[in-house]
């Protein structure tokens, strides 16, 4: 992602979606404020000094922090009141998914969800999990990588469907 170095005087905020736009937005501006939705870990990749307290001209949602992720999967539950088993696809080598891992991990227990992590590094090796889970081992299916789901809907309808599986988002 990459933005022209010469933003218009004109606008007043540009609202980035996932880290490569909020970085080329950031590159791009100290001036115009910039929102972004989501980062995984904000702070991590030093485009705010905190969660609480940005500072400079950066503010947003953080997708990978431990509050964030108890909201999410009580949301979840919202939605699936039988939630109890969360299989969980993540690509080990994505910092971001590392992050949402992680903080998952800590707050499930907690709100009684049990993670069944799966690690797939690419798009055949998540189809391939999906394959092998089924309803009688988890009550969902939560695809970390967006993209991932993005590359191959239309199968992972088709499979998700035939297990017999919601896949969340």
Do not use: W
């Not at 933005?3 to 980035?16: G, L, N, R, T």
């Not at 000094?49 to 009580?74: H, I, K, Q, Y």
Request: aromatic share 4%.
């Amino acid at each position: 992602a990459a933005m022209s170095p010469a933003i218009d005087p004109s606008v007043k905020a540009i609202v980035s979606i996932y880290g490569q736009a909020t970085q080329a937005a950031n590159a791009a501006t100290t001036k115009v404020p910039i929102i972004f939705c989501p980062v995984a870990d904000p702070v991590g990749v030093k485009l705010v000094a905190s969660n609480e307290a940005p500072g400079g001209n950066l503010t947003g949602v953080s997708s990978g922090d431990a509050e964030a992720s108890r909201r999410r999967l009580l949301a979840f539950q919202q939605m699936l009141p039988n939630l109890k088993r969360l299989a969980v696809l993540f690509d080990p080598a994505f910092p971001p998914d590392k992050t949402q891992v992680k903080s998952l991990s800590e707050v499930a227990p907690s709100i009684g969800i049990t993670l069944i992590l799966k690690p797939v590094p690419n798009e055949r090796a998540a189809m391939t999990a999906l394959q092998t889970l089924g309803s009688n081992e988890v009550d969902a299916v939560f695809i970390l990588k967006e993209s991932t789901l993005r590359h191959a809907r239309p199968e992972f309808k088709r499979v998700a469907f035939k297990q017999k599986l919601p896949i969340l988002v």
